[in-house]
């Protein structure tokens, strides 16, 4: 009478058994997380705990799921579990360390402040280029200190247009990657790296400048690492001079203004054993009275603008690895008839597909950029808006975003017309340096390449007429031309040409 | 087969009990003419209710069914194997304990069966009036002895059954009262032509010149009878019987047996709670739903409230930062009270308002033959009492959470003002700081699958066997501890699947 019921009461049974296992399975596989193992050795475990993150680049990407003694008990080992998504950032090569408040005294400053408040944690670095994923229960030699390198990651990126200089001092007085550059007081770079000299005799710091301060450092500038220092005597009283460096040392610089010329990249410089005596001076009267610097002064006497044009860009190859193209030269720079800032230069200097071959066809250029550095020492992107379609080497570019009060060369300094006077004849080429300040003219002639000449201008008889370009396009290295290949303005087209040329 | 209403043949009936089964008819062979008012004696204990609830199609589903041998035919339809669904409607019974719903009026109480019998509620006033309660009081629980079995019957005429059955309807009732019964009995048989009545009773005397026969539950030879309307009780129909009957099952496979109809039952009440959701008397549901959100949510609240604000006070009073990181003490600590704590409390104190009520009820009408009532009016039980309270816990239960959420939080700004002297707004920004939306979507899923299987349990134990009001005290008994248990497990698996 009850059969269905008995079979209805033996499902239901089966279900419980059922659900128990899956209940009991999936608990279990809360435990069994998918992720990668990895086993990681330290000296000491520095109050790491089970549960405890394991963080790349400032990111949870896995957890640590226990911490015990290594067998002959002289090493902590540290089991991780790597989120899936993080295992190719752990690669043959990774540094593994643990982040806990630490002081390294002076030479390091404090680090790790973080976990003061909150459990340590366990870092870990990608090394660049990336090795081979790191395979599950890979046992990984665990380092004590973070690695120099994660620190350098930290630092703000390089922009386009940044000095890079080398300072070189006789001791490191804590400086690390990432101490501030403070002129004036106001921080205007960073420490990039400290490394002692291939010698010994002495310690070379590598800086940026932020490219809006560019135009503080000089040949004259002075620099000097920030040290509390105690000066003063017992009627004067006492000075304290840079208390900031108590938290921690930082590279100060003074330059007075309208002293020296300003410096390219690469740029040495020793520093100073302690803080020159200086006194600043007071604040110029006519910048209180708002009157405008002479801040485009930087611009030639004899009225004609010549810019540093800088080209970056990538050739992809097939079957090869990618060819990166770096070129710098010059350009000449005036405002065109609808207020466009127009540089002309050569056009095998900014298209990469105009100089590159590739035996398979068209060469593919990507990633292309063009910047342009003021004579102020401003830079501004730009984009190539016209190319010579007669194969004569010459090429337009606008510049994006140029200011208003931009000063290009005037147009009665320009000569667009058929031009009777031959580049041969008595005259001088124009170039700047990297950092857009003019360099010293060169007369004319000579067929050896002059490193990063392309696009220098021709100037004779006091106004600009061609530009220099390349012997051989496709043999172009560094933007090095012979000044003896011209391109007439005549070229270029009516409507990049100033109003009335 | 039209002039026979019940035929047995060769039919036999064996109680399976632990370790033995009771042999209590054997071989018998027989046919009760239809349209006849038959009396159905035998001595205590002999079978005539188990074979009145067999013919009633009431066998206890939790227990190992009786064994039935041959065949038993009833008004054309075999009962081979279970009840068959087609006779519900021509078989009417009044039990014993009448099975009145209680909680209705009398008029409703015969409204509910006219409508499952498909028949226009507006019969109820012409029922009422044959039965002599046309003026009855409008509480079922108050209407006298006498009064209950007159309504019973009533409401056993709704379906205007073919066969009527009744157990002992003059037990408890004063001769005059019982000849009463027994004359509108008689007069109810008379209605119908068609109408077969068989009534169970100890009280020949009440039926004296009302009956057709008298069927006769031979004891010593676990036999039935036919006896003409002059029948007089003898010794030997009422002596005991002489032995048990043959050991046939092992007291294993009755444990197997009952655990696996226990199983089915568990089964049973899950599947029905999911697929009578739909509510077959939405008011009812409506109601009940209403009842458990409002009425043990003061009671909840305050649950919540003190565990709220305790765990504050306490966190904040012992920081060990002593006197900072405030905020972060509220957020950890307002996080784990309304997400796992307050919940968890919620849960258990719901359980200990509402499902003991609502087993003890449940247990109540199974033990006062109301469930078993209902099913013989063809109704399904679990649509009439647990769907409303499928609603009522699935819905009830989050409210009371969200409540006692409320009232937690509250308690816990008073704290971090006594406590630290925190400001209302810093207090809500810390403490709410912590939790999202996924958050409130556990906590609600937590409550509401909690109180949909707190229901089923209770709704499991409540209607399970029940032979006396112990039965009923170790149901609700267990219905708390089972709900608590519930609400254990739901709220860790959880919790636990969500945070770990």
Request: charged share 20%; proline share 7%; aromatic share 4%.
């Amino acid at each position: 009478m009850h059969r269905l019921r008995y079979l209805l009461g033996l499902l239901t049974l089966l279900g419980a058994v059922l659900g128990a296992l899956w209940l009991q399975r999936t608990l279990r596989n809360l435990d069994e997380r998918p992720g990668v193992p990895l086993q990681v050795e330290f000296r000491e475990a520095r109050g790491l705990r089970p549960g405890a993150l394991v963080r790349h680049r400032g990111v949870d990407v896995g957890a640590v799921r226990s911490v015990a003694l290594s067998p002959d008990g002289d090493k902590a080992v540290v089991q991780v579990l790597l989120d899936p998504a993080a295992t190719s950032n752990a690669c043959v090569g990774s540094a593994f360390w643990i982040v806990t408040p630490r002081f390294g005294g002076l030479a390091d400053g404090l680090s790790g402040l973080d976990t003061l408040v909150r459990d340590a944690y366990v870092a870990f670095a990608t090394p660049s280029p990336r090795g081979t994923p790191l395979p599950p229960g890979s046992l990984i030699a665990g380092r004590e200190r973070p690695p120099a390198d994660a620190e350098a990651e930290s630092l703000e990126p390089v922009r386009h247009g940044d000095l890079l200089m080398t300072l070189l001092v006789p001791e490191n007085h804590g400086l690390r990657p990432g101490s501030p550059v403070v002129h004036r007081g106001v921080a205007t770079g960073d420490v990039r790296s400290v490394a002692l000299a291939t010698d010994g005799s002495h310690v070379e710091v590598a800086l940026r400048i932020a490219r809006e301060y560019r135009a503080t450092v000089t040949d004259k500038a002075v620099f000097w690492i920030a040290r509390p220092q105690l000066s003063g005597a017992l009627l004067s009283g006492f000075t304290v001079q840079d208390a900031a460096s108590l938290l921690s040392p930082f590279v100060g610089y003074h330059a007075e203004p309208g002293v020296g010329v300003l410096v390219p990249d690469g740029h040495r410089a020793a520093a100073a054993a302690s803080r020159p005596d200086f006194d600043l001076a007071p604040v110029p009267a006519s910048v209180v009275k708002g009157a405008p610097t002479a801040a485009k002064a930087a611009t030639a006497a004899d009225g004609i603008v010549v810019v540093r044009v800088v080209y970056a860009a990538t050739e992809r190859d097939t079957f090869t690895p990618d060819d990166d193209i770096r070129r710098a030269g010059n350009g000449l720079l005036y405002v065109d008839r609808t207020g466009r800032a127009v540089v002309i230069t050569a056009r095998s200097l900014v298209d990469g597909s105009y100089t590159e071959s590739d035996g398979y066809g068209a060469p593919e250029i990507a990633d292309e950029q063009i910047k342009v550095v003021l004579p102020g020492g401003g830079v501004l992107r730009a984009g190539r808006v016209w190319v010579d379609s007669d194969d004569s080497d010459l090429a337009a570019l606008v510049l994006d975003g140029a200011p208003p009060d931009l000063v290009g060369t005037a147009p009665d300094r320009l000569a667009f017309a058929v031009d009777l006077v031959a580049p041969q004849a008595p005259g001088v080429v124009r170039l700047v340096g990297p950092d857009g300040a003019p360099l010293a003219p060169i007369p004319v002639g000579g067929t050896t390449p002059q490193p990063e000449a392309l696009g220098g201008v021709f100037v004779g008889d006091g106004k600009a007429r061609s530009v220099v370009v390349a012997d051989d396009r496709a043999a172009v290295t560094d933007g090095a031309a012979s000044l003896v290949n011209f391109v007439l303005l005549q070229r270029v087209p009516a409507e990049l040409r100033p109003q009335g040329l | 087969m039209t002039d026979a209403a019940i035929t047995f043949a060769g039919f036999g009936l064996a109680h399976r009990r632990a370790g033995r089964e009771e042999t209590l008819l054997h071989g018998v062979d027989l046919a009760l003419p239809t349209h006849g008012f038959y009396a159905f004696v035998g001595a205590s204990g002999g079978g005539k209710s188990s074979v009145l609830r067999l013919l009633a199609g009431l066998v206890e589903p939790r227990e190992p069914a009786p064994r039935v041998a041959g065949d038993l035919v009833v008004l054309g339809h075999s009962f081979a194997a279970d009840f068959p669904p087609a006779l519900r409607r021509d078989v009417a019974a009044i039990l014993q304990d009448e099975g009145l719903l209680d909680e209705r009026s009398p008029r409703a109480n015969v409204e509910l069966a006219l409508r499952l019998a498909d028949r226009s509620p507006l019969l109820a006033a012409g029922l009422l009036a044959q039965v002599g309660l046309e003026h009855a009081p409008d509480e079922t629980a108050r209407l006298s002895g006498g009064m209950r079995k007159r309504l019973a019957v009533a409401r056993a005429l709704a379906s205007s059954p073919r066969l009527l059955l009744c157990d002992e309807p003059t037990a408890g009732l004063d001769p005059a009262g019982a000849r009463t019964i027994a004359a509108l009995l008689r007069q109810a048989h008379d209605q119908d032509l068609q109408r077969t009545t068989l009534v169970v009773t100890h009280d020949l005397p009440a039926f004296a010149g009302k009956l057709d026969g008298v069927l006769v539950l031979d004891r010593a030879r676990r036999t039935l009878r036919l006896e003409g309307p002059a029948y007089e009780p003898n010794a030997a129909d009422t002596a005991t019987a002489p032995g048990e009957g043959p050991v046939r099952a092992s007291e294993a496979l009755h444990g197997l047996r009952t655990l696996l109809l226990q199983a089915a039952g568990f089964g049973e009440s899950l599947l029905e709670a999911v697929r009578r959701l739909p509510p077959f008397d939405l008011g009812e549901a409506a109601r009940a739903t209403w009842r458990a959100c409002v009425e043990p949510a003061p009671f909840v609240a305050l649950g919540g409230g003190v565990l709220g604000g305790l765990a504050t006070f306490f966190a904040l009073q012992n920081n060990p930062l002593h006197g900072g990181m405030e905020s972060a003490l509220l957020t950890g600590t307002g996080k784990v009270a309304l997400a796992v704590l307050v919940p968890l409390l919620a849960g258990f104190f719901f359980c200990a308002r509402v499902v003991a009520g609502a087993t003890a009820r449940l247990g109540a009408m199974k033990r006062s033959n109301q469930i078993a009532a209902l099913q013989t009016m063809g109704a399904r039980p679990a649509d009439l009492l647990l769907t409303p309270m499928v609603w009522a816990m699935a819905i009830g239960m989050p409210v009371v959470t969200f409540a006692a959420c409320v009232a937690a939080s509250f308690a816990a700004m008073a704290a971090a003002a006594a406590a630290s002297g925190t400001t209302a707004g810093g207090f809500v920004h810390a403490w709410l700081a912590a939790l999202t939306g996924r958050d409130a979507v556990v906590v609600v899923g937590k409550a509401a699958l909690s109180g949909l299987l707190v229901a089923v349990a209770s709704w499991h134990l409540g209607v399970g066997p029940k032979r006396s009001s112990a039965d009923v005290g170790a149901a609700v008994d267990r219905a708390i501890v089972a709900a608590m248990a519930i609400v254990l497990a739901v709220h860790a698996i959880a919790t636990f699947a969500e945070y770990a």
